[in-house]
């Protein structure tokens, strides 16, 4: 048995390692927190990435969540097949991406498919593509909110892009998208004034485009850190898109210890070997685990002090004074440091409910290519 609460394991030695752990009550703790936070599901539009499972767009639907967001056509395809009537992919669609969507639309019509664009290439490509619907794809402006990673920035030539997407026949103007990956301060004080940039920029560029008369219903907004932030920012349309929420993990929980979310995705791994004294390795591998650039890889609640000296790929090796105390063949739990590239490695997930694996959910999404 593995009691680390809110964690518990009641029989860890019938699971396998590495296992991805789905813990189902922290997931539904941390929808409605989601919820909460937002005043509402009016206001929510979640990423699906971190967890690209239809069983949690399952559970986000039954809390009335309609609205979605996404990266990949796998994860537009997923949201669609489990009904979720109204999906963002929020990525620029480029090459036979451009196809792919515009038949996925055609094959779910009682789904709205909604595009982001940044630049003339964007809109004409999917304009083009999109003569082939009975509708228009209605296409949100990404707007560089001072991440640099895509969008355009605020002025004459996002205003460009604007008036392009309205004057095509087979796109809809349909609103700002704002991702604000820049901001992450630990400090809340410090990270409110950041997101108080961000909703100054989308704002004014709102007002630039609604006083040429275009239309601008929706403002999609932000991931995890500042979400509390955009949650109040009051303007109309405004829809938050959190994502790691959902499953959370060590590097949000630690950098972010306002936030009233709980890990709820883990991994199960065991100790393989104690090569010298002092070190312990565990197979949770970068297959296994998300091997980001920086940073830890893991939190073990069993394990606090462990230092990690190596990381391979199918291995993980730990420096610990503990080391005695974990004999080869000891289960651990490992909490994430991110939580998201870590659940894709992953078939599927083990979903634990009062301490037993009770069920097996699919990562629905994780390979790029479904049907489409
Ligand atoms: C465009 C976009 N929106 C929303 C999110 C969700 O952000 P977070 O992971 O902080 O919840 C991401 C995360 O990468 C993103 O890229």
Not at 34 to 55: F, N, Q
Not at 116 to 141: F, G, K, M, N, Q
Not at 320 to 347: E, K, Q, W, Y
Request: hydrophobic fraction near 40%; charged fraction near 25%; glycine fraction near 6%.
């Amino acid at each position: 048995m593995i009691d680390a609460p809110p964690y518990l394991l009641r029989d860890p030695e019938s699971i396998p390692s590495p296992s991805f752990l789905v813990f189902r009550d922290l997931v539904a703790g941390n929808l409605d927190a989601m919820i909460r936070i937002a005043g509402g599901v009016d206001r929510l539009r979640p990423h699906a990435k971190t967890h690209k499972s239809a069983r949690v767009i399952q559970m986000a639907l039954e809390r009335g969540i309609t609205k979605h967001k996404c990266a990949t056509i796998a994860e537009a395809e997923m949201l669609a097949e489990a009904g979720a009537p109204d999906v963002l992919l929020a990525y620029p669609l480029v090459g036979p991406n451009v196809g792919r969507f515009v038949r996925l639309a055609a094959a779910f019509p009682t789904t709205t498919f909604r595009a982001v664009v940044d630049a003339p290439e964007h809109v004409r490509a999917l304009s083009d593509a999109a003569a082939t619907l009975d509708r228009p794809i209605p296409t949100l402006i990404d707007l560089d909110v001072g991440m640099g990673r895509t969008g355009i920035e605020s002025g004459i030539g996002a205003e460009a892009v604007y008036q392009e997407i309205e004057r095509k026949p087979h796109l809809a103007a349909d609103g700002i998208h704002a991702y604000d990956g820049h901001v992450s301060e630990s400090d809340p004080a410090v990270r409110a004034r950041r997101a108080e940039e961000v909703h100054e920029i989308v704002a004014q560029f709102r007002d630039r485009l609604s006083s040429r008369g275009l239309p601008v219903p929706r403002l999609v907004i932000g991931g995890t850190p500042a979400f509390p932030m955009h949650a109040g920012f009051e303007a109309p349309g405004v829809e938050c898109s959190p994502g790691t929420v959902v499953y959370h993990d060590y590097n949000y929980k630690s950098r972010y210890p306002d936030l009233p979310f709980t890990p709820a995705a883990l991994l199960l791994t065991r100790v393989v070997s104690s090569p010298r004294a002092g070190r312990l390795c565990l197979d949770l591998g970068h297959k296994a685990v998300a091997a980001d650039p920086a940073g830890l890889r893991a939190f073990f609640p069993a394990l606090p002090d462990a230092r990690p000296v190596g990381h391979s790929e199918e291995h993980l090796v730990l420096e610990t004074p503990n080391a005695d105390r974990f004999p080869i063949g000891t289960p651990l739990l490992a909490i994430p440091a991110h939580v998201c590239p870590t659940s894709a490695l992953h078939r599927s997930a083990h979903v634990v409910v009062d301490g037993r694996v009770v069920d097996e959910w699919e990562t629905t999404a994780r390979d790029r290519r479904l049907r489409f």
